[in-house]
């Protein structure tokens, strides 16, 4: 008897702690939803009664996730003081690493991006040069923010192993393949360092500052350098396995195409990117483009390259429609510069969908260009983690 009473109180405050840190959690999501509100407004918003609300208060301050700022306007009487994400007194880093070049961000747990607080550098020839690199840049941040660090979001192309922790592939940067950047900082740096797939970043940055923000359900397309899937599907992100779900760029749709970073030839992703577009109007000057002399052409001479255009628009409609026969998402955000970023050009991308998609599917579906970046995503990332490490979500 006495054993079983001693059990049920373990029980009982595994599930207290638990609802606690749910409640801590809830309390969180609210803030960043709907930015700085004071205990009554977050007791009347989450529903929960006011002791539940001061005391998850309470936590998220001793806790650094929290901070509290005096009444914009002073209403009659003494209004309480607003409780915010700790934007001020806490800072995350984002960081990005890219085929040519990459960023480091810095920035509060509101997770707005900053030009001042980014700074940037090529993307070095070896790995050990890039953990330099990067470890230089985050040092110089903190210090000139002065403030706690919660943590550091890394955004990566590639396919990333979660089972066995590593980057097992980058096909358009191989320095990556077989490493863990946020393993190697995080001993340098001595702080929580999270590694993710760019285009799951990407949909994190979405959902929390761009056109998806209270969606649950969509799909997000990353068409740069590669092309990246990410899937948000009942308010988590479609991992797979091992995590390595939404290689959509690694199909071969073209067995005779170009040659692709992974080693196959025909892949979607050497034809319906940005760098297919490149490489196509590269052949056509007959020099080789960066993507900003590319975009320059275009808006120079576009009418000269419309085989190019069309070519690679054809393509990049196969691959939308795609994704919306397959995931049937009630949203699909399309990330790019060259195609996506021109709203003329990617009118006509999205006319092609139309022919290629499943009407029914389709009608399901509203496309968008994204509106967050990757600075963004890998923030968001990070930001996302400390939310989840509240507690588990519900459902």
């Known amino acids: 008897m006495e054993d079983n009473t001693l059990i049920s109180q373990r029980h009982e405050r595994v599930e207290t702690g638990l609802l606690r840190r749910i ?120 210090d000139q923010t002065n403030r706690q660090i919660q943590g550091i979001g890394i955004s990566v192309p590639g396919l990333i192993n979660d089972r066995l922790g590593e980057i097992v592939f980058s096909p358009n940067l ?41 969606l649950d359900d969509f799909s997000l397309l990353d068409v740069e350098a590669g092309l990246g899937l990410g899937v948000m599907s009942a308010g988590r992100l479609l991992a797979g396995h091992s995590g390595m779900a939404g290689e959509l760029g690694h199909i071969t749709v073209a067995p005779d195409g170009p040659r692709c970073g992974c080693g196959n030839r025909g892949c979607l992703e050497t034809l319906a ?47 939308i429609a795609a994704v919306i026969n397959i995931f049937n998402p009630t949203a699909l955000f399309v990330h790019g510069r060259l195609l996506v970023g021109n709203p003329e050009r990617f009118e006509r991308v999205l006319d092609r969908v139309k022919q290629r998609t499943l009407t029914a599917s389709l009608a399901d579906c509203a496309i968008h260009a994204t509106r967050s970046s990757k600075r963004q995503g890998a923030v968001a990332g990070i930001i996302h983690q400390l939310t989840s490490a509240c507690a588990p979500t519900l459902g």
């Open 174 to 214: 191989h320095l990556l393949d077989k490493r863990n950047p946020a393993v190697d900082l995080a001993e340098r740096i001595g702080c929580k360092c999270l590694l993710m797939q760019e285009t799951d970043a990407l949909c994190l940055g979405e959902r929390l500052h761009g056109a998806a923000r209270g």
């Open 23 to 142: 409640n801590e959690r809830r309390l969180f999501e609210t803030l960043q939803r709907h930015g700085p509100a004071s205990r009554a407004d977050l007791t009347r918003l989450t529903g929960l009664t006011a002791p539940t609300v001061s005391k998850a208060v309470e936590s998220l301050l001793a806790r650094g996730l929290a901070e509290e700022i005096e009444p914009i306007a002073h209403a009659l009487g003494r209004p309480g003081k607003l409780v915010r994400p700790a934007t001020e007194s806490a800072v995350v880093l984002g960081v990005v690493i890219d085929v040519s070049s990459c960023s480091v961000t810095a920035t509060g747990l509101d997770g707005r991006v900053s030009e001042p607080l980014t700074q940037r550098f090529a993307t070095p020839g070896t790995y050990a040069a890039l953990l330099d690199a990067t470890e230089h840049s985050c040092r110089n941040l903190v």
């Open 273 to 319: 990117t940005d760098a297919a577009l490149v490489r196509l109007l590269s052949q056509a000057a007959e020099r080789p483009l960066s993507v900003a002399e590319a975009e320059q052409l275009l808006a120079e001479r576009a009418a000269d390259f419309q085989h190019e255009i069309r070519t690679v628009t054809e393509h990049l409609a196969i691959a």
